[in-house]
């Protein structure tokens, strides 16, 4: 069964850090386009990074320098640090994964699989 599970979402305060991880069955993140997405309350969900299978990263523009997305290809695990965190990145992460595994994206309709979410709430 093709399943995702985050952990890691926690409250913190403003100029902490985090680190979500993500652990997949059933499927081998070494071969998939593997990504973090949020989604706020009121908000739609946005894409906050990706990572290729060649391990190459892409970022939003509101997380470069902040975010870093990783994988343990040994554990299959997909992590997101976080430091700098700020009031505007509470939300609900989700990690996800993309059969599209020649591609870079952090649109969302590039997914094919979805775990539950984990929150991050971050005060001022």
């Known amino acids: 069964q093709v399943q995702l599970f985050e952990k890691g979402g926690d409250s913190v305060p403003a100029g902490g850090s985090l680190q979500l991880s993500c652990e997949a069955s059933?499927?081998?993140?070494?071969?998939?386009?593997m990504g973090w997405f949020r989604q706020a309350p009121g908000k739609g969900r946005e894409g906050v990074a990706s990572?290729?299978?060649?391990?190459?990263?892409k970022y939003r523009d509101s997380v470069k320098g902040r975010f870093t997305i990783t994988k343990d290809k040994g554990k299959n695990i997909l992590y997101l640090q976080m430091k700098s965190l700020n009031v505007a990145d509470s939300a609900v992460y989700y990690c996800?994964?993309?059969?599209?595994?020649?591609?870079?994206?952090?649109?969302?309709?590039?997914?094919?699989?979805w775990g539950q979410g984990t929150k991050v709430t971050v005060s001022s």
């Open positions: 996800a994964a993309s059969k599209r595994a020649g591609f870079i994206s952090l649109g969302q309709t590039f997914f094919d699989i």
């Open positions: 059933g499927f081998s993140t070494a071969e998939y386009l």
């Open positions: 990572i290729a299978t060649t391990g190459a990263p």
